[in-house]
T-cell receptor, first 114, second 111 residues
Framework: DTEVTQTPKHLVMGMTNKKSLKCEQH?????MYWYKQKAKKPPELMFV???????INESVPSRFSPECPNSSLLNLHLHALQPEDSALYLC?????????????FGQGTRLTVV | QQPVQSPQAVILREGEDAVINCSSS?????VHWYRQKHGEAPVFLMI?????EQKGHEKISASFNEKKQQSSLYLTASQLSYSGTYFC????????????FGKGTLLTVNP
């Protein structure tokens, strides 16, 4: 199984809502990532977890809160988002070998903030 | 720190070749190449490491010039399935998972 599964595929939320994005992989990967991708732009790294510990936080606003409850799951909790946060949110995973290994991406959650 | 890709877009007919370039003003410890089709997830193509090691798919070829801090992806005898946006990613070094992607090259292969 070489899949990274993200749910939901689409999400529309108001600026006062609280929602969560979920990501799951069963490849035994110990590095997991959240990326944000705007239309016609490259993916931008938000967070990296290594062995369930937050390794990198790219100065992401606190309205985005990541969580890694176990080695297979990664969540992104959303609260009080702004319309400019509308984007495709991609989860990825890779083997924990210092960064130079293949990353497997999920299909993403397309988020619209209204 | 974002690598620079060229060209921004290229249109080919099936069977033609293309080269996509990636350069960095900062030190390149490794270069990662991904392809993303419209509405789909990025898919891994290749990693090029300092010292000449490569990891990737057999049908894809690429080069990495460490001195010039440049990498090139070679797409030969293109197929319709090659269409998509190609991103190169720069990793700065160390045990660091941060990959910074270039703006992408949109490749369109027509019949």
């Amino acid at each position: 199984d070489t899949e990274v599964t993200q749910t939901p595929k689409h999400l529309v939320m108001g600026m006062t809502n609280k929602k969560s994005l979920k990501c799951e992989q069963h490849m035994g990967h110990r590095a997991m990532y959240w990326y944000k991708q705007k239309a016609k732009k490259p993916p931008e790294l938000m967070f990296v977890y290594s062995y369930e510990k937050l390794s990198i936080n790219e100065s992401v606003p606190s309205r985005f809160s990541p969580e890694c409850p176990n080695s297979s799951l990664l969540n992104l909790h959303l609260h009080a988002l702004q319309p400019e946060d509308s984007a495709l949110y991609l989860c990825a995973s890779s083997q924990e070998r210092g960064g130079d290994t293949e990353a497997f991406f999920g299909q993403g959650t397309r988020l619209t903030v209204v | 720190q974002q690598p620079v890709q060229s060209p921004q877009a290229v249109i080919l007919r099936e069977g033609e070749d293309a080269v996509i370039n990636c350069s960095s003003s900062k030190a390149l410890y490794s270069v990662h190449w991904y392809r993303q089709k419209h509405g789909e997830a990025p898919v891994f193509l290749m990693i090029l490491l300092k010292g000449g090691e490569q990891k990737g798919h057999e049908k894809i070829s690429a080069s990495f010039n460490e001195k010039k801090q440049q990498s090139s992806l070679y797409l030969t005898a293109s197929q319709l399935s090659y269409s998509g946006t190609y991103f190169c990613g720069r990793r700065g070094g160390g045990s660091n998972y941060k990959l910074t992607f270039g703006k992408g090259t949109l490749l369109t292969v027509n019949p």
